[in-house]
């Protein structure tokens, strides 16, 4: 989906994470959706209110339009080989003669809106990856419909045996990547772009910080350090620049409960507090950048997604004095 909101003077917001590049976990992904917005929705929210019908609609057709699919993509395929190796009407294999004509027109208007879809598709995918990648979309159709078809029976048979068995349903875990963590190399805007998209510096003063930078100060940190930035503004600029929300969560939102689902020294170590649990995430309000053994870590200690929340240091550390352990936070955080 492409969201074109602004808030302020910033770029467009978007949060982007890459699909699973495997077949288990693309299941596991999908299955996850079907069950929590189709099924899980379903049985809590049914079909009220009524305004809300045709988006309601629009979420639970899949559970009927992905099991056919498949065999959709098979009667295509047979439609078109009919069409192209038997093309004499008299033929007893010609689609003409074995279907009716209103069955034909039908199939005609059907695949006339599909070739649209997949015009829409690859335009789509064209403006973000190039047309390259854009080619190959009406062939991966056919994948996706498949992945569907499956991660749809999966999420099926989770959601009746959760009923059977009267327990609460558990989505599967699914490990998440996303474009933050890739290098500048591979597609990340770098910071310095985005605080001149932002308008935050210009090209002259941007070219200057990189080459009077010292070396192991980061670029954000040598800006902070010249006042050509706010701390807020370096904080926008890493908010947009990972696709991860900044800003203090209220106080109504901190769950002390949650607060406990990561060690304290683990906290303290990597500047970070859990401060909610909902729907099987793990909300985190972070003081710098996630990396990667920062991520590792925090995954080995908990089995739930993980969804961070960018706020600066001074704010990471009164939450820290309000909600952790007081002889816990004096002691010397671990390097």
Aim: some cysteine; aromatic content about 10%; glycine content about 6%.
């Amino acid at each position: 989906m492409f969201v074109p909101i602004k808030l302020d003077a910033t770029v467009p917001a978007a949060t982007r994470e890459y699909f699973p590049r495997n077949f288990r976990s693309a299941v596991r992904q999908r299955s996850r959706w079907v069950a929590g917005i189709a099924l899980q929705g379903w049985q809590r929210h049914g079909w009220r209110p009524w305004r809300q019908v045709y988006w309601l609609w629009r979420d639970r057709k899949g559970l009927v339009g992905n099991l056919l699919s498949p065999a959709g993509n098979l009667f295509l395929l047979y439609c078109l080989s009919s069409y192209l190796l038997t093309a004499r009407p008299g033929h007893p294999w010609h689609l003409a003669t074995c279907l009716p004509l209103w069955v034909t027109r039908i199939c005609g208007i059907t695949f006339g809106i599909s070739l649209l879809q997949a015009a829409v598709r690859a335009h789509c995918s064209a403006r973000i990856y190039g047309w390259r990648f854009a080619a190959a979309s009406p062939l991966r159709i056919f994948w996706g419909n498949v992945l569907n078809c499956v991660a749809t029976v999966t999420a099926l048979s989770q959601f009746l045996g959760a009923c059977m068995d009267h327990r609460t349903l558990a989505w599967h875990k699914t490990e998440h990547a996303y474009p933050a963590h890739r290098t500048p190399e591979l597609g990340r805007p770098r910071l310095g772009e985005v605080l001149m998209g932002m308008n935050r510096v210009s090209t002259g003063e941007l070219e200057a910080a990189l080459g009077r930078a010292p070396d192991g100060l980061r670029l954000g940190e040598y800006l902070l350090q010249l006042q050509r930035i706010s701390e807020e503004n370096l904080y926008q600029a890493l908010s947009s620049q990972l696709g991860i929300p900044c800003g203090l969560p209220g106080s109504s939102e901190v769950d002390r409960l949650a607060i406990r689902v990561l060690p304290v020294a683990v906290a303290l170590r990597w500047k970070v507090m859990p401060y909610r649990v909902d729907a099987g995430q793990l909300h985190i309000v972070t003081a710098d950048v996630p990396s990667e053994a920062m991520i590792r870590e925090l995954n080995r200690l908990s089995e739930l997604e993980l969804r961070f929340h960018l706020i600066r240091p001074n704010e990471f550390d009164d939450l820290a004095k309000e909600y952790l352990p007081a002889p816990a936070f004096s002691q010397p955080s671990c390097p």
